[in-house]
């Protein structure tokens, strides 16, 4: 996408602005990443002067708009193809990819502008992008404030490798990620890391409720101890359960 936007020439201030770093994008899709905000908001945007627009001229019942969205990754790779097959059947009102890409991204820039400011400099993927661990019973206060770790920014999408899906749109908080993960080293198990985000314990006034969190943040791990020598020498204390 950042190779197929150089063609354009938008027409406001913040489209141009947006144009210039998408452009430049070298694909890295982290927290602090520009770019990849203007991207993300994008295809969110693409949708509507595509696909929306479809649903728009359809007769009811129409399909739903969650349903429709589920079909803009096609789109978006003929976009970036710039495959015009689909144009030449006439169910859109226009007949290059040009026109829905130009309003997809002055939208986007538009958007960004509004949501962060002005100054393009605060686009961050980051300060849309979150994610938030909250406790199975921390939906509400008082429990929420007492059980759920705070927000925290995040890179990534439903598309990169360390995955943090969104449903894009008015939020683009993430609703699905990677949260366990575990390297294996089969020939020898103690070598074995881990991580599992927010802690161990699900107990709040455990040290370990989410001390593993700013590990997790920056992709590292821990041991995983596998055999009973490595976990009784490292153990920190002992439970024991009497029926």
Not at 80 to 96: A, H, N, S, T
Not at 208 to 237: F, Q
């Amino acid at each position: 996408m950042a190779q197929r936007v150089k063609r354009l020439k938008p027409t406001t201030e913040n489209g141009t602005k947006a144009h210039k770093l998408l452009s430049e994008w070298d694909g890295n899709h982290s927290s602090e990443s520009i770019a990849g905000a203007i991207y993300e908001v994008l295809k969110w945007k693409l949708y509507d002067f595509t696909l929306g627009k479809l649903r728009e001229d359809m007769a009811d019942p129409k399909p739903t708009v969650a349903t429709l969205r589920t079909f803009t990754l096609p789109i978006q790779d003929m976009v970036e193809r710039d495959d015009k097959v689909i144009l030449k059947e006439g169910y859109f009102p226009f007949d290059d990819w040009d026109v829905p890409l130009l309003q997809s991204l002055e939208a986007a820039a538009e958007h960004l502008s509004n949501t962060l400011g002005e100054d393009p400099s605060d686009w961050s993927w980051g300060n849309l992008h979150t994610i938030h661990f909250r406790h199975g019973i921390g939906r509400e206060d008082p429990a929420a404030s007492l059980l759920n770790i705070q927000r925290f920014d995040s890179g990534g999408s439903g598309e990169t490798v360390n995955a943090a899906g969104h449903p894009g749109g008015e939020s683009f908080n993430t609703i699905s990620l990677v949260t366990y993960r575990q390297i294996l080293d089969v020939g020898n198990f103690d070598n074995s890391l881990f991580i599992l985000p927010p802690g161990q314990s699900g107990h709040v006034g455990s040290p370990h409720y989410n001390d593993l969190l700013e590990d997790y943040k920056t992709v590292s791990y821990r041991p995983l101890l596998w055999t009973w020598e490595s976990i009784e020498n490292e153990a920190e204390s002992e439970q024991t359960l009497n029926p």
